[in-house]
C-alpha cells in the first residue's frame, strides 16, 4: 500500500479510537492515538497474513504466518479498529467497544473469540514473555514467520519484562521484533518523574538484544522504514527491540503530549473538535 | 476390606517424570519447561532424549508461566514445572491472565508441595496451591497420591485438551497404586468400600486414610476410603452416593483446612446432602522445618489424626 493510503487509514483508524472511547465513556485514547501509525504499517504493509479473497483468516495457532501481540492491552481501541479495519471482524462491531455482552473487551481477550487476539493483555509486563513462546513454537515447527510484540514504556517498570529480556538472547530468539511505544506518559504523570526509566535502549543493549530507534514513530514513512531495516536485522541470533518514539494523543491537538487523555473519555463537544481535526476516509462505522 | 500392601516406597515427583519420560518418546508436541530445578522435578530422562524440547527459563517462573502461554499458540503442549510454591503464589496473575482467562492448553506441574517438602521451612511450603489454583475459571486441579497414579496423571492431562494444574511431592511414599492404571481425570477412586464414615483424601493423605481405615476396622467401623485425585472438576456424585450411604464426612488434605479439598467437598455437602463433616488439614497456619514425619505429626496430618476425627464426624451423626 502507498503511503498516502496508509495514512489516509491511520486518520480512519483515529476517528474510530475517539469514537469508540467517547461511545462507553471509558478507554484509553491517549496510547492508542500514539501507535495508529505502528498498527497501521503492520497490518496494512509489513506483516505477512493468511489470506482467502483478500480478507485476513484467522486461525489461532498462526502458523506460517506473522504474529502480533500487543502487551500494553489498554490501548485495545486502537487494535481493534485496526483489526475491523483490515478485515478480521465486521467494522460495526467497534460501536459495542466495553459495552455489555461485547466481544470488545475493556482489555484485549481471547474468552469472547474475537478474531485476530491470540492472548488476554491488559495486566501489564507478560506480553513480551507470550510473545517469546509463540517464537519458540515457530522455531520448534520450522516455522519461518516471525513475531511482534507492542509494549509500553511505563510497562518497562515490570519485572517480568526483564526476564524475559534476559531470556531472549540467552535462546537466541531471533524470530522476535519487540517494540516499546516511547511516549513518556504514564497514569500518573511523565515516566521520567513517575519512575524513571533511564536508557531503556542501552538496558536492551546489554541484555544482548539489538536496538532500533525509529525517531518519528507517528511518520508513516520513518515508521515503514525502521520496520524493513529491522525484520532485515532478524536471523542472525539476536532479538530485535525497536524503541517508537511517539507522542501520546497524536493526531488530536488538545490530546497530544499530555498524560491526562491516558484513560480519560472526550465529551461530546471534545468529540466534535477532535473529529474536525480527523479527515473521515473510509466511512464511519 | 481391601488390603493394599507395597514393596517399595517412592516420590510422586519421580511419577512425574516417569510420565514425562514417556511423554517425551510418545507426544512431539509436549515440551518441557523449567525454572533452574531440573533434578528436583526429575526430567533428566526427558531432556536427555529430547533436548531440543526443553526450554531452560533460568530462575524466572513469572516468565516461564507466559511463556508456556505463548507455546500453545504454535500447537506445543507445555508443561512448566518448577516447586508449587513458585509455580502458583508467585505466578499467580500470571497464570490467571495468561493461562486461565486465555484458555491455554498449559499444564502447570508443581512440585514440593505441601508440608512434606520438610527442612526448607515454611517459605517453601505451600499450604494455598490447591485454592488458589481451583478458584480459576476453566481449571482443572489434579493431587495423584503415589507414584503410580502420578505418572499415569501426567500422561493423560497431555491428552486433555485445557489448562491444568497437577500437584505433587518430595517425600518417598508406599506406591500402592496399579501401575497400569488408565487416569481418569474427574472420576474419583475408590479405594475401599464402608458403611460408618466416608473418607475423602487426596494426595500423600491417601496413604493415610488407608492406614486409618484398618485402624478404624479393628475398633469395629467400617470407613470407605476415597482418592479424590481430581480437585476439580469435583466428582460431586462420588461424594454424594458415599455420604448417602455413611452420613458422615472426613476430609484429609495435605493443605490449608481453608480453601482446599475439604471446603469443595463441604460445597457440595451444603447443596445437596447436609452431614457432619471433620477437616483433616492444616489449620491455618504457616508450616515450619521438620523431618516430613515429623511435620504430619505435628500438623495433625497422620492416620492417627484421621481415626480420631472419623470417630467425631461418627458422633455428630
Not at chain 1, 163 to 181: C, Q, Y
Not at chain 1, 227 to 236: D, F, I, N, V
Not at chain 2, 207 to 212: H, L, S, V, Y
Not at chain 2, 271 to 288: C, I, M, R, T, W
Amino acid at each position: 500500500m502507498e503511503i498516502e493510503q496508509l495514512e489516509k487509514v491511520a486518520s480512519q483508524v483515529r476517528r474510530d479510537i475517539v469514537r469508540m472511547v467517547h461511545g462507553c465513556q471509558s478507554g484509553h485514547p491517549g496510547g492508542s492515538l500514539g501507535c495508529t501509525e505502528l498498527l497501521v504499517a503492520l497490518y496494512f504493509e509489513r506483516l505477512k497474513l493468511k489470506e482467502q479473497d483478500g480478507k485476513p483468516v484467522f486461525d489461532m495457532n498462526g502458523t506460517d504466518e506473522d504474529l502480533f501481540f500487543l502487551s500494553n492491552g489498554h490501548i485495545s481501541p486502537v487494535w481493534y479498529s485496526v483489526l475491523a479495519r483490515r478485515g478480521y471482524f465486521p467494522v460495526a462491531e467497534l460501536a459495542t467497544f466495553r459495552k455489555l455482552d461485547s466481544r470488545l473487551q475493556g482489555h484485549p481477550t481471547t474468552h469472547e473469540h474475537l478474531e485476530g487476539i491470540r492472548i488476554a493483555s491488559g495486566s501489564l509486563g507478560q506480553g513480551l514473555s507470550v510473545a517469546l513462546g509463540a517464537a519458540m513454537a515457530k522455531k520448534l515447527n520450522n516455522d519461518k514467520g516471525h513475531v511482534y510484540v507492542l509494549m509500553g514504556d511505563g510497562e518497562q517498570q515490570e519485572g517480568q519484562v526483564w526476564e524475559a529480556a534476559g531470556f531472549a538472547p540467552h535462546h537466541e530468539v531471533d524470530n522476535l521484533i519487540a517494540f516499546i511505544d516511547l511516549n513518556g506518559q504514564q497514569i500518573d504523570g511523565p515516566t521520567v518523574k513517575v519512575m524513571n526509566n533511564r536508557d531503556l535502549g542501552k538496558k536492551y543493549e546489554a541484555f544482548g538484544w539489538e536496538v532500533i530507534s525509529i525517531e518519528e514513530g507517528n511518520d508513516m514513512a520513518a515508521v515503514l522504514k525502521g520496520l524493513y531495516e529491522a525484520k532485515s536485522r532478524l536471523g542472525h541470533g539476536r532479538p530485535i527491540l525497536i524503541l517508537l518514539h511517539t507522542g501520546m494523543g497524536f493526531g488530536v491537538d488538545f490530546m497530544m503530549g499530555s498524560h491526562k487523555w491516558h484513560g480519560v473519555a472526550p465529551n461530546d463537544e471534545q468529540l466534535a473538535a477532535a473529529l474536525g481535526q480527523l479527515e473521515e476516509t473510509l466511512g464511519d462505522y | 476390606m481391601k488390603k493394599y500392601t507395597f514393596t517399595e516406597k517412592k516420590d510422586t515427583r519421580s511419577g512425574f517424570g516417569a510420565g514425562m519420560h514417556v511423554l517425551g518418546q510418545q507426544n512431539p508436541n509436549v515440551v518441557a519447561l523449567c525454572a533452574d530445578l531440573v533434578g528436583s522435578l526429575k526430567l533428566e530422562p526427558f531432556i536427555k532424549e529430547n533436548p531440543e524440547r526443553f526450554i531452560q527459563c533460568g530462575i524466572s517462573e513469572a516468565n516461564m508461566i507466559g511463556l508456556s502461554a505463548g507455546l500453545t499458540i504454535g500447537g506445543k503442549i507445555p508443561f512448566a514445572t518448577t516447586f508449587a510454591n513458585f509455580a502458583t503464589g508467585r505466578v499467580y496473575d500470571q497464570i490467571r491472565q495468561s493461562v486461565a482467562y486465555s484458555n491455554k492448553n498449559v499444564k502447570i506441574c508443581a512440585s514440593h508441595a505441601g508440608l512434606t517438602l520438610g527442612e526448607d521451612g515454611a517459605t517453601h511450603q505451600i499450604l494455598e496451591d490447591l485454592g488458589m489454583m481451583k478458584m480459576l475459571p476453566g481449571m482443572t486441579v489434579i493431587n495423584p497420591c503415589d507414584f503410580n497414579q502420578t505418572k499415569a496423571a501426567t500422561i493423560a492431562i497431555a491428552e486433555y485438551e485445557g489448562p491444568v494444574y497437577l500437584r505433587f511431592g518430595r517425600p518417598v511414599i508406599p506406591v500402592f497404586t496399579d501401575p497400569d492404571q488408565k487416569f481418569e481425570i474427574g472420576k474419583a477412586w475408590m479405594v475401599n468400600e464402608g458403611t460408618d464414615v466416608s473418607i475423602f483424601a487426596t494426595g500423600h493423605m491417601v496413604w493415610e486414610a488407608i492406614q486409618a481405615g484398618e485402624m478404624l476396622e479393628a475398633e469395629g467401623i467400617n470407613a470407605e476410603i476415597i482418592n479424590i485425585h481430581t480437585i476439580k472438576p469435583l466428582d460431586e456424585e462420588a461424594i454424594l452416593k458415599s455420604v448417602e450411604k455413611t452420613g458422615c464426612v472426613v476430609t484429609a488434605e495435605e493443605h490449608n483446612r481453608i480453601g482446599g479439598l475439604g471446603d469443595s467437598v463441604a460445597q457440595v455437602l451444603v447443596k445437596h446432602k447436609l452431614a457432619p463433616q471433620e477437616y483433616v488439614a492444616v489449620n491455618d497456619s504457616f508450616g515450619e522445618s521438620g523431618t516430613p514425619a515429623q511435620l504430619l505429626e505435628k500438623y495433625g496430618l497422620t492416620a492417627k489424626h484421621i481415626v480420631e476425627a472419623a470417630k467425631r464426624a461418627i458422633a455428630r451423626k
